[in-house]
């Protein structure tokens, strides 16, 4: 993986960082890499086209977090809650079918949303105002570039020094 920030033009750390992915395999180890610095508490939202890799990278997050189980697309479930090794819960959410924020609340999307959890939603600018403030959210958006390879940027006001920085996610 490409990390496309030279040393030589340093960003203003509040802006969003990106990479470059050649496959699956390194869009879930970035996962995995993220996934290590988030503390309880973190809601991650993935928003990208279908088949560019959200799924993908959100079993990577859920490697590092020491799931062991299969972890597959809430598509139709919606949403699916795994155990952390050490108390509190892993949601992994797919907000494609829902209409928004109303349809959210409506299956208690709020109980989400948990100091204890950890929790990735998989189309999460769709549930608009039923979203934490924006400042809590770390946003994920995975392009698909003309060559097949996807650029994943991470955006959010508290990655300050890079988002694989254990420091840098709380
Ligand atoms: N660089 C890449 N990163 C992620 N997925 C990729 C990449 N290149 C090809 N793919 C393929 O794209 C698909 C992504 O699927 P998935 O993660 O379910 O997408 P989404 O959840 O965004 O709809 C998989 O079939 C995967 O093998
Ligand atoms: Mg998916």
Known sequence: MTKENSPQQPRPSNEAKTWMSASSDETEAFGVQFGAALKRGAVVSLDAPLGAGKTVFARGIARALGIDEPVTSPTYTIANEYELPGGGR?????????????????????????????????????????????????????????????????????????????????
């Open 90 to 170: 892993f949601y992994h959410i797919d907000a494609y079918r829902l209409s928004g924020a109303e349809d959210f609340e409506a299956i208690g999307g709020g109980e989400f949303f948990d100091d204890n959890a950890i929790t990735v939603i998989e189309w999460g600018s769709r549930l608009g105002a039923a979203l934490p403030p924006q400042k809590k959210i770390i946003t994920v958006e995975i392009s698909i570039q003309p060559d097949g390879r996807r650029e994943i940027r991470v955006s959010n006001e508290q990655v300050a020094g890079g988002p694989c920085r254990a420091s840098a996610i709380k």
